[in-house]
């Protein structure tokens, strides 16, 4: 069935997903949309002229990536505009997901100009799909932050998430960040590294934190290529139970002479309760007491 939009005289806009690996995962609407489309947006031409070559797909190619992405914007939608129909694709997977293309996509719907959504692969729910954690609700977090503070603050807001969380995230610091995960959210938390999904060294390793960070330590191959962190939200339910009555009294009281971080460690060393559990109880309990 052909798409509507590309036989209409006003041109639109394609959000087109390639894949993440294998080729034989784009799909036939995808391949037959970049074809007949007049101008293809890619983050990066040279790595999707070599998807195109394979395809034998000659239509042209614009780069429109994270530094360009809004001074490129106007023009495209100049040329959609005047009737061109514009394919936007990203290196790999489904555009905007932690890719560019947001302002892009934005300034469309703002010109009135309409948005195709062409689906495909996205590793974030590729490596839900194989990952064996609770997939019914998942919060995805994207890229943690680069620096270690920055990092372990952003994990310390999620301590008491109780959804599926997804991360991406760069192989030269997938072993940082799994020893922070395991740190901020105890070691015995359920987590999964996915990496280079789809492609012939596709690895997929469910395990606790702490397991999960010693196997990848000693492992520099898993060190490599594309990786998705995926790490079991919370049970909230036996998280409330495990601070027993006992245990909050023990912590109220050393609150009345330490600060809430302190005295969760040593509420921590009393009862085998883990520190960052006692401390988000504290925040949520304490902090108008």
């Known amino acids: 069935m052909q798409d509507e939009a590309l036989n209409n005289a006003a041109g639109c806009l394609y959000v087109v997903a390639t894949p993440i690996g294998n080729l034989d995962d784009i799909t036939a609407r995808a391949l037959r949309v970049l074809a007949e489309v007049q101008l293809i947006a890619a983050e990066d031409t040279r790595h999707s002229s070599r998807l195109l070559q394979h395809f034998s797909i000659s239509t042209p190619l614009v780069a429109c990536h994270d530094h360009n992405e809004r001074a490129q914007s106007s023009s495209l939608l100049q040329r959609i505009e005047q009737g061109a129909n514009v394919a936007l694709i990203s290196d790999a997977g489904t555009p905007l997901i932690s890719d560019p293309g947001y302002h892009l996509v934005a300034q469309a719907h703002a010109a009135g100009i309409k948005v195709v959504p062409v689906p495909g692969v996205s590793a974030a ?132 002479e330490l600060p809430l971080k302190k005295a969760a460690a040593m509420t921590a060393q009393i009862t085998g309760v883990r520190k960052n559990l006692l401390y988000q109880w504290g925040l949520d309990n304490l902090a108008s007491s």
């Open 125 to 256: 729910i590729t490596a839900l799909s194989a990952a064996g954690l609770p997939c019914d609700r998942f919060a995805f977090e994207g890229f943690l932050p680069a620096k270690e503070g920055a990092r372990q603050k952003y994990l310390q807001r999620l301590t008491q998430e109780s959804r599926t969380m997804i991360f991406y995230e760069a192989p030269h610091r997938v072993l940082g960040s799994v020893r922070a995960m395991a740190e901020v959210f105890g070691g015995e938390r359920q987590a999964v590294l996915a990496r280079e999904l789809t492609k012939t060294f596709e690895t997929i390793k469910r395990a606790s934190l702490a397991d999960l960070a010693q196997w990848i330590g000693a492992d520099t191959n898993q060190q490599r290529g594309e990786c998705v962190l995926l790490v079991k939200g919370v049970d909230t339910k036996a998280a409330t139970d495990e601070i027993s009555v006992d245990t909050q009294s023990i912590l109220k009281l050393l609150c009345n």
